[in-house]
């Protein structure tokens, strides 16, 4: 009843906001604007984009900008100091109670808070007659760059008695222009000859109808042409296009002139054909700064036609050097290379920005040939970087992680990258091993190692399967993690030997030969206090079937089984072949499923694998909201140990599985695919879509996936209805701790917007579950069988606030269980949303 009447009187206050309270005598508030398209009411954004003049932005209808806004003052000093001398005396007895520094600090605050008003506010859209028409003007020159030339247009400003007013847009485009023809005269003959070349790819297409876009895409297009064939003087500018529409029954004819490059000799200007230069010469200097900018070198080598120099030493391997230059010496001009030399050197991430200057060669007398001098300052060889941070989770109520890292560059002369890294952090728990006697009772430590080369390190030559332009690299990996009284207290040792290239701007590819990792868990006996659900439900059945006075329990009549040799116990006696003669099928099925979860989470793992990644993302940089990304992944993971355990004449273990260094190793094939679209709807709004899906598969060596491979529903970054772990299996309902399984399918729909400056709200769907499928997990609840069981899928619902710092996001989501497939059919869809019931999902950054 009180959220109720909270939201009620929330709402009454917002609609009884005098929005038009800072309008002032003649002057109206912008309601609404709408376009008419030969009398038809228009929807389309681009259109509305065009107005220069909008309405106050609204959320849920209402102008809640405009309303804090006008909470501000027009001129909060003086309302101030007039209230203070408003009454005799009233001052002096505020300075007296006070001081009079503490009175002026006062007027000070008040005047912040009122600026603050302003700023995250919005002022009134007032009707503005020279906005409106300048409206008018970007329709018509929108219309007349899509091929309307003949466009008429109109206008009406609809004021009403309450101080507000509309404005209708009318617009009549008439009959649309065509491209007819297209006449070109090029003055240089080497510039012609390009052009008829590559005639067939032009963006202007006779019977398509005019976009000055296509012109200048056109003129875009013929621009790159000429720079990546040599013309190194030639400019977009060059190009001049000019139609004739006169009498030609709304076609376009069109004239194209490029005329001689134009240069100043002396006192008088002139214009010479354009010519194809080549690159004669490549200087590359490894160490300029602006100080020795006028000495000359000290040291100098070649590799494959290139110069190297440098003031004091070379400190580089000239193979390196000449690999991270794209410019080749011989060849003719091109713009891209230069593009690509820029990106190459800076993924070596030992330069700072490199400067590339191309000098005519004094020593060719036709000019044509040009010199590439490329200077590079190299960046310190040693950094460091210190971090620290608080965090929460479900496995530790507070904790503290500190570490840092050390970066070398150039460890060997190649340009090799070595970091080395470390972190540790300590936390509370209550689910440590002591129980939570001491507040900082659990730990974790570990290391890392990362060692990059800028080439392919393989015995074969890779350079035409992966040329230099793709930036490949390779990356060795090490790692080391040491829990202390967390969960099992795993020590996890990781390798990874792969390869990196991208063969453009979009498209990345991540080949790991080796990706190895050696799980062991030190604290199997603390199975039952961590994944207590397990222990209930086994504890239930012990009680059902055991004497009060059985040793399983861990005193007489206790009616609790010890941890661990009772509950180990009981499994051993039930599972074995002497069973306690009161235990049903489903409840021997039931510790059968629970001694099968036991053993596979608690097993030390080996894991031998070989993966691949593909990644195709069109975003541009960091503010783009257009743009889509696809990934997706295949992993195989056992293949060569199984191979090297048969020929070798390795013996099965008796569960019929090989053992390396005492341990059964994993086999299985894994792939994932991901797939993120975001729209840009204008004004911060916009629509984020994820899909992803994945599935793994064990065969030979094993019969389950790794936990550490397996996937999981839930959490800030997945279904938000749900805690991270907690959706799942299938219909389960996340009966267990740590839920997983070896399939999931995920969707994700939602719409951010903009509520007050750095505050952004979202309304999100989130669809998916997980489940098991062809692995040793029975329970027909978790398992996926077929097409039916997609019914299972789960649904949240909610919404979200994020507050933008720049540097990062923090983010808030609240979800509800739309459609819960644990509950019972006539009770899977909810029923109005409870915010009692409700998930809060705190996060970092958005989720997609």
Not at 60 to 67: D, K, Q, T
Not at 178 to 183: A, G, T, V
Not at 474 to 500: E, M, P
Request: with cysteine.
């Amino acid at each position: 009843m009180t959220k109720i009447l909270l939201i009620t009187l929330t709402t009454i206050f917002l609609f009884s906001c005098n929005a038009t309270k800072r309008v002032k005598g003649q002057d109206f508030l912008l309601k609404k604007s709408t376009i008419f398209v030969d009398s038809i009411k228009s929807k389309d954004p681009k259109l509305y984009n065009q107005l220069f003049q909008k309405p106050n932005i609204k959320l849920l209808g209402i102008p809640i900008r405009l309303h804090i806004y006008n909470l501000a003052s027009v001129n909060q000093d003086s309302l101030y100091k007039d209230w203070l001398t408003r009454k005799p005396n009233r001052e002096n007895r505020i300075v007296s109670f006070l001081s009079k520094k503490q009175v002026d600090r006062l007027g000070v605050g008040l005047s912040r808070i009122n600026e603050w008003l302003k700023s995250t506010g919005e002022p009134p859209a007032i009707i503005n007659e020279s906005k409106i028409k300048r409206s008018i003007r970007r329709l018509q020159a929108y219309y007349w760059n899509n091929g309307w030339f003949n466009i008429e247009t109109d206008y009406k400003v609809n004021k009403k008695n309450d101080k507000t007013a509309t404005v209708d847009y009318y617009v009549k485009p008439n009959q649309p222009y065509f491209i007819d023809s297209l006449s070109t005269k090029i003055e240089s003959r080497v510039a012609d000859s390009i052009y008829k070349l590559h005639v067939n790819k032009s963006s202007i297409v006779s019977g398509k109808q005019y976009k000055t876009l296509d012109i200048e895409s056109e003129r875009e297009r013929i621009t790159s042409l000429y720079r990546n064939s040599g013309l190194f003087h030639f400019e977009k500018e060059f190009i001049k296009f000019d139609a004739d529409t006169i009498n030609t029954n709304h076609k376009v004819n069109l004239n194209m002139l490029i005329k001689n490059r134009p240069v100043t000799i002396g006192d008088s200007s002139t214009r010479i054909p354009f010519k194809v230069h080549k690159i004669s010469k490549v200087n590359i200097f490894t160490d300029y700064s602006y100080q020795n900018r006028n000495q000359k070198p000290k040291d100098s080598t070649s590799y494959k036609g290139y110069n190297i120099f440098a003031y004091e030493k070379i400190k580089f391997t000239r193979k390196a050097i000449a690999n991270s230059v794209l410019i080749t010496p011989g060849e003719i001009f091109r713009d891209k290379d230069r593009t690509l030399t820029y990106n190459q050197i800076n993924n070596l991430r030992t330069f700072k920005y490199p400067s590339i200057r191309f000098d005519s060669d004094p020593n060719d007398p036709k000019g044509e040939d040009l010199i590439a001098n490329i200077l590079l300052t190299p960046k310190k060889k040693y950094s460091t970087n210190i971090d620290f941070d608080v965090s929460t989770s479900n496995i530790q109520a507070f904790g503290i992680g500190f570490g840092g890292s050390v970066l070398v560059r150039n460890l060997f002369g190649g340009a090799e990258i070595l970091e080395i890294s470390a972190r540790g952090s300590v936390g509370s728990s209550s689910d440590a091993v002591d129980g939570g006697q001491k507040f900082f009772n659990i730990s974790e430590i570990g290391t890392d190692l990362r060692l990059s080369f800028p080439k392919i390190l393989f015995p074969l030559k890779t350079n035409k399967i992966v040329p230099k332009y793709m930036s490949p690299t390779t990356n060795l990996t090490f790692g080391i993690n040491v829990q202390q009284n967390i969960g099992l207290d795993k020590q996890n040792a990781t390798g990874i030997f792969g390869y990196n290239w991208k063969p453009s701007n979009i498209i990345t590819n991540r080949l790991d030969l080796i990706n190895a990792q050696y799980v062991r868990n030190l604290n199997t006996s603390n199975y039952f206090n961590i994944y207590d659900a397990s222990f209930n439900k086994l504890n239930d059945i012990a009680v059902q079937v055991l004497k009060p006075d059985s040793p399983f329990f861990s005193e007489p009549n206790s009616n609790i089984l010890s941890t661990p040799s009772g509950a180990n116990g009981f499994i051993s006696q039930s599972l074995g072949s002497e069973p306690d003669p009161d235990l049903t099928q489903n409840q021997l099925k039931e510790i059968q499923n629970i001694n099968e979860r036991k053993v596979r989470l608690t097993e030390d793992n080996l894991i031998f694998a070989s993966n691949y990644t593909f990644t195709k993302n069109n975003r541009e940089n960091l503010y783009d909201e257009n743009y889509s990304r696809f990934r997706t992944k295949i992993e195989l993971a056992g293949n060569i140990l199984s191979s090297i355990s048969k020929i070798s004449g390795l013996k099965e273990n008796s569960n019929k599985r090989f053992e390396i260094f005492g341990v059964e190793f994993s086999q299985y094939i894994k792939t994932e695919i991901d797939y993120i679209k975001h729209w840009d709807l204008e004004r911060k709004n916009i629509i984020a879509f994820r899909a992803f899906g994945g599935i793994a598969l064990p065969y030979g060596n094993a019969n389950s996936i790794p936990f550490a491979r397996s996937f999981f529903g839930g959490g800030p970054n997945d279904n938000r209805a749900w805690l991270v772990y907690d959706l799942g299996p299938g219909r389960t309902g996340g009966r267990d701790q740590f839920n997983e399984a070896n399939m999931k399918i995920a969707l994700n729909l939602e719409y951010r917007y903009n509520i007050l400056g750095s505050l952004h709200g979202a309304l999100f769907v989130d669809a998916g579950n997980i489940w098991n499928i062809l692995d040793n997990v029975e329970d027909e609840d978790a398992v996926f069988s077929g097409l039916n069981d997609l019914q299972e899928i789960a649904v949240g619902s909610g919404l979200g606030f994020r507050y933008d710092f720049n540097f990062f996001v923090l983010r808030l989501d609240i979800g509800f269980k739309t459609f819960n497939p644990a509950n019972d059919k006539d009770q899977r869809w909810f029923k109005g949303y409870q915010f009692s019931k409700a998930v809060y999902n705190f996060g970092i950054n958005y989720p997609f």
